[in-house]
């Protein structure tokens, strides 16, 4: 199996960014250069495509190219999202950095369960600072609603208005 091939499916159907050293195990390879060098041969690839694999803090993921997410992100398979997870998520987008606990004081316990399920689905993370986890939305949430994360933050300041 050719890796540039493998290396193209496995970031199509990864939910969520993968790192190079999973990249390389997945390929069964332990130079990252090598996978490194792939992933640039992919990326020239797609330049003329509607889709693009970039690099992130989380890892590298294909995605939709920014200017065209408005178009077809209503196609996103996500949209079981529940009213109480999309509440969740606005407030994490509205006050990022948002303090887990300051969530929960304007949800309600039932929050915890919401944020577990944003955190599954790849659209926030959560990182433990004393005893608090500091919540932040991912790229992902730019996939699944098909707009911009600053757009979508500006929207929620004129409605909060």
Avoid: W
């Avoid at 509440?87 to 309600?108: C, D, M, N």
């Avoid at 608090?132 to 730019?142: A, D, P």
């Amino acid at each position: 199996m050719e890796h540039k091939k493998l290396l193209e499916a496995a970031l199509f159907v990864s939910p969520s960014p993968m790192m190079l050293n999973d990249l390389g195990k997945l390929l069964g390879v332990n130079s990252l250069g090598y996978v490194k060098e792939l992933l640039g041969e992919l990326q020239k690839q797609y330049a003329e495509t509607g889709l693009e694999i970039v690099n992130t803090p989380e890892g590298y993921q294909m995605q939709v190219k920014p200017e065209f997410l408005g178009n077809v992100g209503h196609l996103n398979p996500h949209s079981d999202l529940s009213e109480g997870c999309k509440r969740t998520l606005a407030l994490v987008l509205y006050k990022e950095p948002a303090k887990q606990s300051e969530i929960i004081k304007l949800q309600g316990n039932k929050a915890y369960n919401y944020i577990k399920d944003l955190t599954r689905r790849g659209l926030i993370k959560a990182e433990r600072e004393g005893h608090t986890k500091i919540l932040k939305v991912t790229q992902e949430l730019e996939s699944y609603f098909g707009v911009p994360k600053e757009k979508i933050k500006e929207q929620l300041k004129v409605e909060g208005n």
